[in-house]
Structure formats: C-alpha cells, structure tokens
Antibody
Framework: QVQLVQSGAEVKKPGASVKVSCKAS????????IHWVRQAPGQGLEWIGW????????NSAQRFQGRVTMTRDTSINTAYMELSSLTSDDTAVYYC????????????WGQGTRVTVSS | DIQMTQSPSSLSASVGDSVTITCRASHNIITYLHWYQKKPGKAPELLIY???SLERGVPSRFGGSGSGTDFTLTISSLQPEDFATYYC?????????FGPGTKVDFK
C-alpha cells in the first residue's frame, strides 16, 4: 500500500533552517510528483511547491522562492524539503503528498511534521 | 496567482442534512479543481478531483460539479464522520492555491 512517512517534529530558532524528509513506499517513487503543503496553527492549507522525483526538477510558490529547497534521493525513495531563514510565521505542520500526473491532485499524504520556530 | 474563495466560511448542520459548499476561482481553471477534507490532527484527504471525479474509496454521498470559475461540493446525507473542514484547490497554475476552507460543524 502507498505510504508516505515523514520525519519527526522539529524546534528551531529564528534564522535557522529545517529539513523535513518524506519516505515513500508502495509505489514507483519516480512516477509521481511530490508536493509540499503546510498548515499554520488555526490557519488554512498553504501550498509550498513540488518536486519531480524522476528529473529532480522543482517549482514553488513565489513567496517561498529563495528560501525553499526541494531535493530527492531516489536510492532510498525519499524527498526532502528544506526551508531557511525561519521566522515564527513558519511555525506549522508540514505535509508531503503524492500527486497524480494528469491533474496533480494530491492523493496520498504523509502524517505531517510539526515545525516550531521559537527563540 | 489564482485566488480561490469559498462560501460559506462555516456552516452548522445535522446528521442526514444535505450541504453544499461553493468554491470560486479568480481565473478560468477549466476543471483543475479538487476537494479535500481536513480533520484536526490528521492529514488532508482527497475527496473529489477534476471537479467531479470521486476519489477511490470515498463514499458516494460526496459529489462535485462545475467548470471554469465556479464549483460546488455537495454532501447528500451528512454523516457524523463528515464534520470537518473542506478545502478546494486549483492545480491549473503554480502555485496550486487552496481556498480558505469551509468548516462544517454540528447544529
């Protein structure tokens, strides 16, 4: 069965970086994009970006460009999302999700990784 | 960026009620519109993709319609497990923006 398992909760200081991992199993990792989405406390869902695990190509929302780096390691079926220059506004639960090719709907999700930014 | 709006922002309903949530896009997104259910402490779950296609395993009481800029999600007979927040999302253009959500709670 398809599973996405994310790394554990993180606490970071303002200005630091965080790297969240997302290990995929149960399907061909290189056959589907991985999207990253976050939800801040009491807020809605916010789309961050995607990575094509086959090519390594990425695309992200402009507000994160320059701060987000999405990578993958196909040898271990794992995608990564690194966010730098953290502020308290980046405190959120971060999700990875598998996306279907045709319409990029997010059909399987990781369990979420809580990132807290606090001095 | 394509802006997504939803109405209402919240609604109160009873088990067995039929509810309709509306989503509007700021530009024509054809049918690149998806609906998700989100419960506290859990990951979102895909309900409807391509505006009207039911995701595998999702109960048939969920239905979606629309194209262009106006879309609806209908839950035909609300069940206790349906009390949650519902989000629409467009995947026509990056960034794949979400609507602000509609919270469905007990009347």
């Amino acid at each position: 069965q398809v599973q996405l398992v994310q790394s554990g909760a993180e606490v970071k200081k303002p200005g630091a970086s965080v790297k969240v991992s997302c290990k995929a199993s149960g399907y061909t990792f290189t056959g589907y994009f991985i999207h990253w989405v976050r939800q801040a406390p009491g807020q809605g869902l916010e789309w961050i970006g995607w990575i094509n695990p086959n090519s390594g190509g990425t695309n992200s929302a402009q507000r994160f460009q320059g701060r987000v780096t999405m990578t993958r390691d196909t040898s271990i079926n794992t995608a990564y999302m690194e966010l730098s220059s953290l502020t308290s506004d980046d405190t959120a639960v971060y999700y990875c999700a598998r996306a279907q090719a045709a319409q990029q709907q997010e059909d399987y999700w990781g369990q979420g990784t809580r990132v807290t930014v606090s001095s | 960026d394509i802006q997504m709006t939803q109405s209402p922002s919240s609604l109160s309903a009873s088990v067995g009620d039929s509810v309709t949530i509306t989503c509007r896009a700021s530009h024509n997104i054809i049918t690149y519109l998806h609906w998700y259910q989100k419960k506290p402490g859990k990951a979102p779950e895909l309900l409807i993709y391509g505006a009207s296609s039911l995701e595998r395993g999702v109960p048939s009481r969920f239905g979606g319609s629309g194209s262009g800029t106006d879309f609806t999600l209908t839950i035909s007979s609300l069940q206790p497990e349906d009390f949650a927040t519902y989000y629409c999302q467009q995947s026509y253009n990056v960034p794949f923006t979400f609507g602000p959500g509609t919270k469905v709670d007990f009347k």
